[in-house]
């Protein structure tokens, strides 16, 4: 990654300085959790349940649902964007509450199954401690090792791209591109390269103005995890 040089990276700043930046970030992607989650409780208290199944019957449609995959790139793209290189305060926190915001509406046809399909939260309840025990310790080892992981970004885009990929083919060819168990363990497995991936960025590679921005990432990294956690859960009660 290349940043410009107003404030020093964090890995460079004074003791203090940094340790704030650390804590800003951590209280961003808290807020950004929490508004998460007050989004999903809103559309589940105050939207009717048959909206939400029409939701799910939309994205069921092929194109819909490669119109969705194409959204996910590009919303990730422009969040970004904006909250990196927007210049102003306020385009940064622009970039992170249009992402959140994405994802919640990401996450709704998967929640309607959850709780009008299967009828057991406790799914969620179980993907949320999952999702947080996880996190928690690839975060410990990336501050207690203070070892820079930027070596897994070509493996990581990679990986993302082959997996989007995947996903294309089994929206329109779901006999030959069956995304079971198999496929949810690999993306858990690629969400936790890119927590590590992420949290040493928040280390090494961010600056000490740029809390916005790597809360960003860090949300976009665990929130995946989740959606596949949820996923992982919802296939072994198939089974």
Known sequence: MQYALEQPLAIQAEQSERVAFIRRTYLHLAGAFLAFTGILFAIFKWMPAELSEQMLIWRSQPMNAF????????????????????????????????????????????????????????????????????????????????????????????????????????????????????????????????ILYDTSNVLHHFRTDQHVAASLELFSSIAVLLYYIIMLLLQSKRE
């Open 67 to 194: 119109i969705i995959v194409v959204a996910f790139v590009g919303v990730g793209y422009l969040a970004r964007w904006w909250a990196m290189n927007g210049g102003s305060q306020a385009m940064q926190y622009l970039g992170l509450s249009l992402y959140v915001a994405f994802m919640a509406f990401m996450f709704v046809p998967l929640i309607y199954i959850v709780l009008y399909y299967y009828t057991d939260p406790t799914i969620l309840t179980s993907a949320g401690v999952l999702t947080l025990c996880i996190t928690g310790g690839l975060t410990t080892a990336v501050f207690v090792t203070r070892k820079d992981f930027s070596f897994l970004a070509p493996i990581i885009s990679v990986a993302s791209w082959l997996a989007i990929g995947v996903i294309v083919l089994a929206i329109f060819f779901p006999a030959a591109f069956n995304l079971g168990m198999w496929f949810s363990l690999a993306m858990i497995a690629l969400c936790c390269a890119r």
